[in-house]
């Protein structure tokens, strides 16, 4: 089995190539196929999701190229950025995953999403392409913090109102 242990910092060429979601990119341990179908395990650190292009090296010192599956997506546009944006902030509301583009979100397809967008005004379409949301603000993906105990605090501390820095 392939065993894969580190993210590498930039592109490079690549001994193995993973196909993977979004859903599979976000996990930090992970049993899975090469393309060429060798067994492969991720053994990474916790991080950002991995991206499309992303390098890793294996133990026995192979790159794998990660590469992003298609998937079943939502294509959001929008008459005005007004509406864009408006779309944008309740999907972010419900902590959802976006992928911005130029007058245009992805998200991943659910179909009461798709009908609230509607609901507003968007124009919804389906289609079927790789899925590379934004990491969010602290790169480091999803967290909720819920006091000193918590495994992720957020910083810098300016967000903690009221206490002394």
């Known amino acids: ?36 179908g060798e067994e492969a395990g991720l053994f990474l650190s916790a991080g950002a999701p991995l991206t499309h292009g992303q390098c890793l090296r294996a133990e026995d010192g192979r790159v794998v190229r990660v590469l992003a599956a298609d998937e079943p997506l939502l294509h959001v546009v929008c008459v005005s950025p007004e509406a864009l944006c408006r779309a944008a902030y309740h999907l972010g509301n419900r902590h959802v995953h976006l992928q911005v583009g130029e007058g245009w979100l992805r998200l991943l397809d659910d179909y009461v999403l798709a009908q609230m967008l509607q609901q507003m005004g968007a124009e919804v379409s389906r289609l079927f392409a790789p899925f590379n949301p934004e990491s969010g603000a602290y790169g480091g993906g999803h967290h909720h913090s819920h006091g000193k105990e918590a495994a992720f605090q957020y910083a810098p501390r300016l967000h903690l109102f009221g206490q002394p820095t």
């Open 1 to 36: 089995m392939l065993l894969i242990t580190e993210r590498l910092p930039q592109p490079c060429r690549s001994d193995a190539d993973l196909l993977l979601s979004f859903e599979l990119r976000s996990k930090t341990r992970l049993r899975t196929r090469t393309v060429d």
